[in-house]
């Protein structure tokens, strides 16, 4: 289970990929997982893929989707084919390499670099919940039953944890919601009660004018009454006091008209320096926004500098550390001469040793010619007990030390299945197959047939099922003999 990122060189993006291998059924192959967010959500792809691995190399090109939740339908006929090399960074395999996309009459292809590690515990990985989900993780051979149920029961809390948040995100969104709601009815109802005290105030000054204009008119009256009644009496003198009151009436008047336009063009004023401070108040908001978006921006280049200089950084380590492999393989390659030689000349005085062994052997096998005979005689040991789910089993037998000529017979369930084997560093194989009629517990029992040159009798028993190994040391002497016990797995 490799899991990293995947950069598009079009969208200059990092997307988060995983890679599923799996190479236990005779052939390779597995399944690649992505996720990126755009404003539908999150947007996640599942493909199986087919894998090819060649020494330290391992290419793979998308076979077909077996999920996608995106909001259109995936382009037909666009595959995506990659290339990567296999590596070691503080001891953790890593797969890095290139990846690109064929051109089909719609789309151009595309381009771009992977890096992946591999992860200790792939249960807490995305792509192996999203496996279980689609029923689809048996496919992948390193995922146990076992592990398939908590993956299972962890889905199933995370599940209950993203419910709950989703729950909280929407009653913050309908709290924010009111909130902007109650906003704009408190700021309407402040231009409301703005607006009203403004039309107030323009009433009352139009009622103070229209009572100006009415008291001006009754004074006027009032006076040309009293000039009348003055000029019977008096006519030369009031045609010279009326001259006067007129000219006193025009400027009266004038004065009247003028104060009026003052007042409208302080009104006018007053209405030209509030448009004005909106404005001005608009315009900072504008500034302040564009302001905000030039930092945005600056940040996220200074982000993309700082990313490309740690690729750059990766791939430098990248190149030294393949030329510190170098060195390492070449002083690996003397130091395995030198080891050749010395094992040689080991081989030449182990064959000798198993020689005398086998002389030993056909000595020991002439002289006691029924395998197992004493077994009821003889005090059984239950030294390992092994859990196993397959019918077929591959018994290796070792000598556990320096070959000394010691003979064992394997019995199951009481009856001979591996007569007088002579143990030798080089391994005895012999494939054990299990009946129904043997039962679910399978008795397994290691007779000594004697003590070789060094006693007590010793063996190593390795157990192949699968790909599982039990390795299983035993020890016997011609009074006690080990034993194992297996059992059937139950489905």
């Known amino acids: 289970m490799y899991t990293g990122r995947l950069y598009n060189d079009t969208t200059k993006q990092y997307i988060p990929f995983e890679l599923a291998i799996d190479d236990a059924k005779g052939k390779t192959e597995g399944f690649s997982h992505t996720i990126f967010t755009s404003e539908n959500g999150d947007n996640v792809g599942v493909k199986q893929v087919k894998?090819?691995?060649?020494?330290?190399?391992?290419?793979?090109?998308?076979?077909?989707?077996?999920?996608?939740?995106?909001p259109e339908p995936p382009p037909k006929g666009v595959k995506m084919f990659a290339s990567l090399n296999v590596s070691t960074r503080n001891?953790?395999?890593?797969?890095?390499?290139?990846?690109?996309?064929?051109?089909?009459?719609?789309?151009?292809?595309?381009?771009?670099?992977?890096?992946?590690?591999?992860?200790?515990?792939?249960?807490?990985?995305?792509?192996?919940?999203?496996?279980?989900?689609?029923?689809?993780?048996?496919?992948?051979?390193?995922?146990?039953?076992?592990?398939?149920?908590?993956?299972?029961?962890?889905?199933?809390?995370?599940?209950?944890?993203?419910?709950?948040?989703?729950?909280?995100?929407?009653?913050?969104?309908?709290?924010?919601?009111?909130?902007?709601?109650r906003k704009q009815q408190e700021i309407e109802a402040l231009a409301k009660a703005q607006k009203a005290r403004e039309d107030s105030i323009r009433k009352q000054q139009e009622l103070e004018m229209l009572a100006k204009a009415q008291k001006a008119k009754e004074d006027s009256i009032r006076k040309q009454q009293e000039l009348d009644a003055l000029a019977k009496a008096q006519k030369a003198k009031e045609d010279s006091i009326r001259k006067q009151q007129e000219f006193d009436a025009l400027a009266k008047a004038q004065k009247a008209k003028e104060d009026s336009i003052r007042k409208q063009q302080e009104l006018d004023a007053l209405a030209k320096a509030q448009k004005a401070k909106e404005d001005s108040t608009k315009k900072r908001q504008e500034e302040l926004a564009r302001a905000e978006r030039i930092k945005l921006y600056r940040e996220q280049q200074a982000k993309e500098e700082l990313e490309k200089q740690r690729l750059a950084q990766e791939q430098a380590a990248s190149a030294q550390a393949a030329k510190d492999q170098k060195a390492r393989e070449e002083l690996a390659r003397q130091q395995a001469e030198k080891e050749a030689l010395a094992k040689a000349q080991k081989t030449k005085e182990e064959s000798e040793r198993q020689k005398r062994a086998q002389e030993e052997l056909l000595r020991i096998q002439k002289a006691n010619p029924t395998a197992g005979a004493d077994v009821s005689k003889r005090k059984l040991e239950t030294i390992k007990t092994v859990v196993v789910a397959q019918d077929s089993l591959v018994f290796s037998l070792y000598d556990n030390g320096t070959v000394d000529g010691d003979t064992v017979s394997v019995l199951i369930n009481g009856k001979v299945a591996i007569p007088r084997v002579g143990l030798l560093e080089r391994a005895y194989n012999k494939t054990i197959y299990l009946t129904p009629d043997m039962g679910d517990s399978i008795s397994v029992v290691l007779y000594a047939e004697n003590l070789g040159s060094i006693p007590p009798n010793t063996g190593l028993l390795v157990i192949r099922e699968g790909t599982k190994i039990y390795e299983i040391r035993f020890s016997g002497d011609m009074n006690k003999n080990s034993k194992i016990i297996l059992i059937r797995k139950k489905e």
Do not use: C, H
């Open 51 to 70: 894998i090819k691995i060649k020494n330290d190399e391992i290419t793979f090109e998308d076979e077909k989707f077996v999920y996608n939740n995106f």
């Open 91 to 181: 001891g953790i395999p890593v797969l890095s390499g290139t990846w690109r996309t064929n051109a089909t009459r719609q789309y151009r292809p595309l381009t771009g670099t992977i890096m992946l590690e591999k992860k200790k515990d792939p249960q807490a990985t995305p792509i192996v919940k999203k496996l279980e989900d689609l029923g689809l993780a048996n496919n992948l051979a390193f995922l146990t039953a076992t592990s398939n149920t908590v993956a299972a029961d962890t889905k199933a809390r995370e599940d209950s944890i993203r419910k709950q948040q989703e729950l909280d995100v929407l009653a913050k969104a309908q709290k924010a919601r009111e909130d902007s709601i």
